[in-house]
C-alpha cells in the first residue's frame, strides 16, 4: 500500500500549528501529516501528492476560511478524490454548509470548535480505519474473480456485515456477519425494489421504510460511492442503527457489473455520541447556572475560561467605574410583608434594574440584600446611562405598584471611577468574587450621600471626568465632600437627567444661580448664599437639593 497521508486545513496559523501538532502526535508514527492555510493550497498539496504516489486518507477542514469555503472546499475534494474521508472542523459553520457538504461532499463526521481532544482523536481513527476498509475491500474486489476463495476467508472474518449484488440488485454473497445482522440462514431471492420491505430497512428515526431508489444498493449500482448513517433495521424487539458503504465493481469495460455493501452495527457509538451530548448540555447548563453565580466578564477579567480556574486570593487592578444603588427605607418597607413577600418584592425590583446594567455593558458584582453592586469596564458613560436607565425604569414599576394600590419606592445611586482591585476572598470552603479600594468605597459614599442630599443619582468628580460628552447629560454640581482619610475633597454631581420633564426643565433653567450660591456657601458668603438659594427655590420649589442648602444657610 502507498504511504498514507493526513492534510489538515484551517486559515488560522495558530490554530493550524496546534491541530497539525496533535495529529501528529497521535497518528505521526503511521501517516504523514500535511497542513494548509487555504483550500486553494489544500487541493495544490494533494494534486502533487497524489503524483507522488502518496493518497491523502482523510482531510480535516475548517469551515469560515478567506476564499474558498470549507464546504466548497470539502465538495471539489469528493468531486476529484472520493475516497478521501472528509471530515469538517468548526464552530461557525450554518445548517446549509453543514448539508451543503454532507449531500455533496459525502461528509464523514462534523465537529465542532473547540475540539475535543478524544473526539477529535476518535474520529480521525475511525475515519482512517474506515479508509483502510474501503481500500481493503476494493483491493479484494479487483480480485474477486480470481481468488473468491480467498477474498471469502477474510469478508467471512472480519467484524463487518457483506454482501455482494448483481445489476439487479440480488444477492449473490452474505458473510457470516450480514447473516447475524440480516437475520439470514439462506440467500434471498430478492431485488432492489423488494430490499428494504423484506430486510425491515428504515430512514432513521422515522416509520418511514428507505426509498428503494435511494437505497445505498441503488445509488451504488448507478455507478456512485455510497457512505451513510441514515440506515436502521427494525427487529420486533429492538432498532439497529447501521453505518453503510457501498461501492462499485467494474468489469474490463468500466461497467457496473456487481457492488459491494458493507455495514455495520453502530448501537454502541450512537449511544455514546447520545450520552456525550448529553454530557455536553449538562456541562452547558452547568455552566450557564454558575455564569449566574460569577458572571463571565468577572473571569474574563481575572484571565480565566471556566469557574473551576479561578483559586482563592488572586486578583488584578483595573480602571472601572463601581455603581451602588441602594431602596431608600427598605427596612421600613420589609417591616410591613411576610419574609416570603420580602423576597417576591426584591427579586422584582431586581429583575426590572437588571437589564439597564447588562443593556450598557456592566455587570453585577453582587447583591447584599436590596442593594445592587455592579461594576464598569468600557466607559464611564455606560454606568451613567445605566443609572439613568434603572431610574426611568423604576419609575415605571412605580406606576404599576400605584394602580394596585402600592406605596411607591424610592432608591440612591452612586457612582465613582478610578482603580480598583478585582479578586476572590474567603476561604478554604467558601469564595466569593468582590472589588476593593478607594474607588469602591467612595462609590458606597455617594450611595449613601443621596439620602443627605435627597437625589436620586450622585456622581464623583472621577466619573465626570471620564465621561465622553458629558455636556449630554442633565447635571450639575452639588457638594464639595472631604472623604474620611484623604486630604482632598471630592466634587460630587447631581445627574438629574431621569427627572420628570417639568422638574428637569426647571433644574436647567435654574442651574446657573444654584451653582452660584453653591460657590457663595462655600467661599463662606452665607447670606449672599441663602439669598440665590431663595432665588432658585422661588423658580423651582421641588429642587430638594436647594431646600437642604436653605436650611444649612439658616
Not at 49 to 54: C, K, P
Not at 241 to 253: C, F, G, N, R, W
Not at 354 to 376: Q, T
Amino acid at each position: 500500500m502507498n504511504e498514507l497521508a493526513i492534510l489538515v486545513v484551517d486559515d488560522e496559523p495558530m490554530l493550524l500549528e496546534g491541530l497539525t501538532e496533535e495529529l501528529r502526535r497521535n497518528f505521526g508514527k503511521d501517516y504523514q501529516i500535511e497542513a494548509a492555510e487555504s483550500g486553494e493550497e489544500a487541493l495544490e498539496i494533494i494534486a502533487e501528492m497524489q503524483s507522488e504516489g502518496i493518497e491523502i486518507a482523510t482531510v480535516v477542514s475548517d469551515h469560515l476560511m478567506p476564499g474558498m469555503k470549507g464546504d466548497e472546499l470539502l465538495c471539489q475534494i469528493h468531486a476529484r478524490y472520493p475516497n478521501i474521508l472528509k471530515i469538517m472542523l468548526t464552530g461557525q459553520a450554518g445548517v446549509d454548509a453543514v448539508i451543503n457538504v454532507v449531500n455533496s461532499a459525502n461528509l464523514y463526521r462534523y465537529i465542532t470548535k473547540p475540539w475535543d481532544a478524544t473526539d477529535l482523536h476518535l474520529t480521525v481513527k475511525e475515519a482512517l480505519s474506515k479508509y483502510l476498509q474501503i481500500k481493503q475491500l476494493e483491493e479484494q474486489n479487483a480480485q474477486l474473480r480470481e481468488n473468491e476463495r480467498r477474498l471469502t476467508q477474510i469478508l467471512e472474518a472480519i467484524p463487518i456485515g457483506v454482501t455482494v449484488h448483481d445489476t439487479g440488485g440480488q444477492v449473490t454473497y452474505v458473510n457470516q456477519k450480514a447473516k447475524e445482522l440480516l437475520k439470514l440462514e439462506i440467500l434471498p431471492q430478492t431485488h432492489t425494489e423488494q430490499i428494504a420491505k423484506d430486510f425491515q430497512i428504515y430512514r432513521a428515526g422515522t416509520d418511514e421504510l428507505y426509498p428503494a431508489e435511494q437505497l445505498p444498493i441503488a445509488r451504488v449500482l448507478a455507478g456512485e460511492i455510497v457512505r451513510t448513517e441514515d440506515i436502521e433495521i427494525h427487529y420486533p424487539d429492538r432498532i439497529v442503527p447501521l453505518e453503510v458503504s457501498a461501492t462499485p465493481i467494474q468489469d474490463k469495460t468500466g461497467t457496473v457489473s456487481q457492488a459491494i455493501v458493507a455495514f455495520q452495527d453502530i448501537s454502541d457509538r450512537k449511544k455514546a455520541e447520545a450520552e456525550r451530548e448529553k454530557f455536553t448540555q449538562e456541562l452547558f447548563h452547568l455552566n450557564e447556572a454558575f455564569s449566574r453565580f460569577v458572571p463571565r466578564q468577572f473571569l474574563h477579567s481575572l484571565a480565566r475560561k471556566n469557574i473551576t480556574e479561578i483559586q482563592l486570593g488572586e486578583s488584578i487592578e483595573k480602571k472601572m467605574s463601581v455603581l451602588f444603588a441602594d431602596i431608600r427605607a427598605f427596612t421600613t418597607l420589609s417591616e410591613q410583608m411576610t419574609p416570603e413577600d420580602t423576597f417576591k418584592f426584591i427579586n422584582g425590583y431586581l429583575r426590572r434594574m437588571e437589564p439597564a446594567i447588562i443593556e450598557n455593558n456592566g455587570f453585577i458584582d453582587k447583591y447584599i440584600g436590596d442593594e445592587i453592586v455592579a461594576l464598569f469596564e468600557a466607559s464611564a458613560d455606560s454606568a451613567v446611562s445605566a443609572g439613568i436607565t434603572m431610574l426611568k425604569s423604576l419609575a415605571e414599576y412605580n406606576l404599576r405598584r400605584q394602580q394596585i394600590g402600592r406605596q411607591p419606592i424610592e432608591i440612591g445611586i452612586g457612582i465613582n471611577t478610578g482603580n480598583l482591585r478585582l479578586g476572590t476572598v474567603g476561604g478554604n470552603s467558601r469564595i466569593d468574587t468582590t472589588v476593593i479600594g478607594d474607588t469602591v468605597n467612595l462609590g458606597s459614599r455617594l450611595q449613601q450621600l443621596t439620602k443627605v442630599y435627597q437625589t436620586p443619582f450622585l456622581i464623583s468628580h472621577n466619573t465626570l471626568a471620564q465621561l465622553e460628552e458629558p455636556m449630554k447629560y442633565a447635571l450639575r454640581s452639588i457638594a464639595q465632600v472631604k472623604v474620611r482619610g484623604k486630604a482632598k475633597k471630592v466634587g460630587i454631581f447631581e445627574v438629574f437627567e431621569a427627572d420628570p420633564p417639568a422638574q428637569k426643565d426647571a433644574k436647567l433653567e435654574t442651574k446657573p444661580i444654584f451653582e452660584l450660591a453653591l460657590l457663595r456657601y462655600y467661599q463662606g458668603a452665607i447670606e449672599e448664599a441663602k439669598s440665590l438659594f431663595d432665588r432658585c427655590l422661588k423658580k423651582n420649589p421641588s429642587d430638594r437639593v436647594a431646600q437642604s442648602y436653605l436650611k444649612r444657610c439658616a
